[in-house]
Nanobody, 113 residues
Protein backbone atom coordinates (compact mmCIF):
# COMPACT_ATOMS: atom_id res chain seq x y z
CA UNK A 1 0.00 0.00 0.00
CA UNK A 2 1.27 3.47 -0.88
CA UNK A 3 0.21 6.58 1.01
CA UNK A 4 1.01 9.90 -0.61
CA UNK A 5 0.90 13.29 1.00
CA UNK A 6 1.63 16.81 -0.09
CA UNK A 7 0.12 18.48 -3.08
CA UNK A 8 -2.25 21.40 -3.22
CA UNK A 9 -2.22 24.86 -4.72
CA UNK A 10 1.14 26.49 -5.36
CA UNK A 11 1.96 29.82 -6.94
CA UNK A 12 4.22 29.88 -9.98
CA UNK A 13 7.82 29.89 -8.89
CA UNK A 14 7.01 28.11 -5.67
CA UNK A 15 8.04 24.71 -4.38
CA UNK A 16 6.17 21.60 -3.44
CA UNK A 17 7.27 18.57 -1.44
CA UNK A 18 5.51 15.26 -1.84
CA UNK A 19 6.02 12.17 0.23
CA UNK A 20 5.08 8.56 -0.35
CA UNK A 21 5.16 5.94 2.36
CA UNK A 22 4.97 2.25 1.58
CA UNK A 23 3.48 -0.23 3.99
CA UNK A 24 2.75 -3.93 4.03
CA UNK A 25 4.90 -6.91 3.23
CA UNK A 26 7.55 -5.34 1.05
CA UNK A 27 10.79 -7.27 1.18
CA UNK A 28 12.70 -5.47 -1.51
CA UNK A 29 12.19 -2.38 -3.64
CA UNK A 30 13.32 -2.39 -7.24
CA UNK A 31 11.93 1.01 -8.21
CA UNK A 32 10.18 3.69 -6.20
CA UNK A 33 9.28 7.20 -7.12
CA UNK A 34 6.84 9.51 -8.80
CA UNK A 35 4.88 9.85 -12.01
CA UNK A 36 2.43 12.54 -12.98
CA UNK A 37 -0.53 12.88 -15.29
CA UNK A 38 -1.54 16.26 -16.59
CA UNK A 39 -5.08 16.86 -17.86
CA UNK A 40 -5.57 15.17 -21.23
CA UNK A 41 -2.12 13.60 -21.20
CA UNK A 42 -0.62 10.23 -20.44
CA UNK A 43 0.99 9.38 -17.17
CA UNK A 44 4.73 9.92 -17.31
CA UNK A 45 7.76 9.57 -15.09
CA UNK A 46 8.85 12.49 -12.94
CA UNK A 47 11.61 11.03 -10.77
CA UNK A 48 12.41 7.59 -9.42
CA UNK A 49 15.01 5.59 -7.58
CA UNK A 50 15.94 2.52 -9.58
CA UNK A 51 17.89 -0.50 -8.43
CA UNK A 52 21.26 0.35 -7.00
CA UNK A 53 19.97 3.73 -5.79
CA UNK A 54 20.29 5.25 -9.23
CA UNK A 55 17.98 8.20 -9.78
CA UNK A 56 16.18 9.02 -12.98
CA UNK A 57 14.48 12.34 -13.73
CA UNK A 58 12.25 13.61 -16.47
CA UNK A 59 13.90 16.28 -18.58
CA UNK A 60 11.17 18.71 -17.57
CA UNK A 61 12.20 18.65 -13.90
CA UNK A 62 15.96 18.10 -14.13
CA UNK A 63 17.88 20.69 -12.19
CA UNK A 64 14.88 21.84 -10.18
CA UNK A 65 13.79 18.69 -8.41
CA UNK A 66 15.20 16.43 -5.73
CA UNK A 67 14.22 12.90 -4.87
CA UNK A 68 15.27 11.44 -1.55
CA UNK A 69 14.29 8.53 0.61
CA UNK A 70 14.22 7.16 4.11
CA UNK A 71 14.80 3.43 3.84
CA UNK A 72 13.83 2.77 7.45
CA UNK A 73 10.43 4.38 6.85
CA UNK A 74 10.03 3.03 3.29
CA UNK A 75 9.32 6.60 2.28
CA UNK A 76 10.31 8.55 -0.79
CA UNK A 77 10.22 12.34 -1.01
CA UNK A 78 10.02 14.53 -4.08
CA UNK A 79 10.64 18.23 -4.02
CA UNK A 80 10.09 20.32 -7.12
CA UNK A 81 11.19 23.94 -7.18
CA UNK A 82 10.40 26.74 -9.60
CA UNK A 83 7.01 25.25 -10.30
CA UNK A 84 5.19 26.43 -13.41
CA UNK A 85 1.58 26.01 -14.54
CA UNK A 86 2.65 23.17 -16.84
CA UNK A 87 3.64 21.20 -13.74
CA UNK A 88 -0.03 21.04 -12.79
CA UNK A 89 -0.92 17.37 -12.65
CA UNK A 90 -1.97 14.51 -10.46
CA UNK A 91 1.20 13.04 -8.99
CA UNK A 92 1.26 9.30 -8.41
CA UNK A 93 3.60 7.30 -6.25
CA UNK A 94 4.91 4.13 -7.88
CA UNK A 95 6.66 1.12 -6.42
CA UNK A 96 7.90 -2.03 -8.09
CA UNK A 97 8.88 -4.98 -5.97
CA UNK A 98 9.63 -8.52 -7.09
CA UNK A 99 7.78 -8.14 -10.36
CA UNK A 100 4.71 -6.49 -8.85
CA UNK A 101 3.81 -2.86 -9.49
CA UNK A 102 1.92 -0.69 -7.04
CA UNK A 103 0.36 2.74 -7.48
CA UNK A 104 -0.75 5.25 -4.92
CA UNK A 105 -4.05 7.09 -5.29
CA UNK A 106 -2.50 10.28 -6.57
CA UNK A 107 -2.24 13.77 -5.19
CA UNK A 108 -3.12 16.89 -7.17
CA UNK A 109 -0.60 19.67 -7.54
CA UNK A 110 -2.04 22.84 -9.03
CA UNK A 111 0.31 25.64 -10.00
CA UNK A 112 -1.62 28.84 -10.41
CA UNK A 113 -1.66 32.44 -9.28
Amino acid sequence: QLQASGGGLVQPGGSQRLSCAASGSIFSIDVMGWYHQAPGKQRELVAVFTSGSVTKFAESVKGRSTISRDNAKLTVYLQIDSLQPEDTAVYYCNLRSMGVEYWGEGTLVTVSS
